[in-house]
């Protein structure tokens, strides 16, 4: 076998803006994009570094299909390499739920515009599921993982056990059953033993010294820089706008919420909206589905929801400044101290990571850690479509078990098609993201249009 080569700057510039362009459809399906990009298609970096990095960005609050594109650019190019593959993770999606925002202020009572709401949606429950399924057979490789998802599914279905907790509990397990089972925890490749043994380490031969050997002056200028950039316009804004400003109030909330949403989008959203909605009244009832609708259709990391919820909030408290540009500045701010985070948590995080590469405790941790994410997934993507297809659902109670269950006179028929049809389109007749994206908003923005 040849020696790796390793990958230039420019051509991994190049398919970060590719996977920045196509990151449709949430966690799932942007993991399983680069799953393919980077693992089987380019083979820059192996099946086994790639899950462990996975397994890693689970552990950490805020988007982390974004960390996963920041650690791998980390390990392909250092701190620019992981830097750029960010930025570009996020910048499309940015644009396109401003413009999107930008429409929602102007002309959201249009029929043209709210036809397009209905249409999308359904293609979203398609894409989510098509990911979930592909993630989940890389994930779920023995009986144990197996397990730990549906417990996970089980626990925040049934019992609203928090995501924190989950994480902890399966990542407790996966160590102990690691070290004192290992025959029992051990994983499998889904595609054979040598998976990860021939798949090169291609993009990250040059710099395998960096990784290993970075030291604590490195992790400590990488928690000054990054803290600096983080909190510095959060302390700005304190400082010459007070703290009952409505920039500096969106700063200070999103900065708290991007230490603590464990979980991504859907996992944070009952408790941003419910600040965003009673406590602040950045939104109206009902709005954050709205933004959580165009986060689902833009590509890039769900958690730009809360760009949506900073722009309405910025937009109705202007003060003197023009409403859309007070809410454009809204965006931008709520997006930084959301995002930038991230590159905390992975440039001063990944050195150590990489280290404990082959401990098997960990591993198998952290694999457990994954399994136990998916039987969330698994849920959160169940109340979304649960979200689509009805209009009403209500609460039932037995003891500490909570369950919505749907109203089934509110069901949205055209809805439930849609979502059907573009789930065989995608699963069946493996039809790609684009066209179901495209084929879903023409038929279902028709039927809305003229049913309506």
């Given amino acids: 076998m040849t020696s790796p080569t390793a990958v230039s700057f420019r051509e991994a510039l190049a398919v970060w803006f590719k996977i920045g362009l196509l990151s449709f459809g949430g966690p799932a399906a942007q993991i399983a994009l680069m799953h393919r990009i980077l693992v089987e298609e380019k083979r820059w970096i192996s099946e086994e570094r790639f899950l462990h990095a996975l397994n890693y960005c689970m552990l950490l609050p805020g988007p982390e299909a974004q960390q996963l594109s920041c650690y791998v650019g980390w390990l392909l190019h250092r701190t620019w390499g992981g830097v750029v593959a960010g930025a570009l993770f996020v910048a499309p999606g940015f644009l396109v739920v401003l413009a999107l925002s930008f429409l929602y202020v102007t002309a959201h009572d249009t029929p043209l515009v709210a036809a397009l709401f209905y249409g999308l949606k359904p293609a979203v429950i398609a894409i989510v599921l098509a990911a979930l399924l592909r993630i989940g057979r890389r994930a779920l490789t023995n009986r144990v993982m197996l397990v730990l998802a549906a417990l996970a599914f089980l626990a ?15 990542l407790v ?5 690691g070290r004192r089972w290992p025959a029992v925890f051990a994983l499998k490749s889904p595609h054979g033993s040598a998976a990860g043994a021939v798949v090169g380490l291609a993009g990250i031969v040059d710099h395998a010294a960096h990784h290993s050997t970075a030291g604590w002056s490195y992790v400590i200028g990488q928690i000054v820089l990054w803290g600096t ?3 510095a316009p959060v302390a700005g804004l304190w400082w010459f706008l007070g703290g009952d400003h409505v920039l500096t109030k969106l700063a200070t909330f999103f900065s708290q919420a991007a230490v603590v949403t464990f979980g991504g989008a859907y996992a944070v959203l009952a408790y941003i909206g419910q600040a965003a909605v009673g406590t602040y009244g950045w939104l109206q009832p009902g709005e954050m589905l709205d933004g959580l609708g165009m986060a689902e259709t833009a590509p890039g990391p769900l958690i730009k929801v809360v760009q949506f919820v900073g722009f309405l909030g910025a937009h109705r408290q202007p003060g003197e400044i023009d409403p859309l540009l007070m809410a454009t500045l809204g965006a931008v701010l709520v997006t930084w101290v959301t995002f930038i985070p991230s590159y905390l948590y992975i440039f001063a995080g990944a050195p150590f990571i990489e280290r404990l590469r082959g401990n098997a ?6 694999a457990a850690v994954t399994a136990a994410v998916v039987g969330v997934i698994l849920n959160l993507s169940l109340w979304f479509a649960l979200h ?3 209009r009403e659902l209500h609460v039932v109670t037995w003891g500490v078990v909570r369950i919505d269950v749907p109203v089934w006179s509110t069901i949205d028929w055209a809805a439930l098609v849609l979502s059907v049809a573009a789930s065989v389109a995608m699963l069946r007749y493996k039809c790609g993201m684009l066209t179901v994206l495209a084929a879903s908003v023409l038929v279902g923005g028709a039927w809305h249009l003229i049913s309506g």
């Fill in 156 to 170: 925040i279905a049934l019992l609203h056990v928090p995501f924190p907790l989950i994480v902890g509990g399966a």
């Fill in 173 to 177: 397990i996966g160590f102990i059953g």
């Fill in 229 to 231: 950039l983080w909190l």
């Fill in 361 to 366: 405790a960990l591993t198998t941790a952290l």
């Fill in 388 to 390: 689509v297809v009805f």
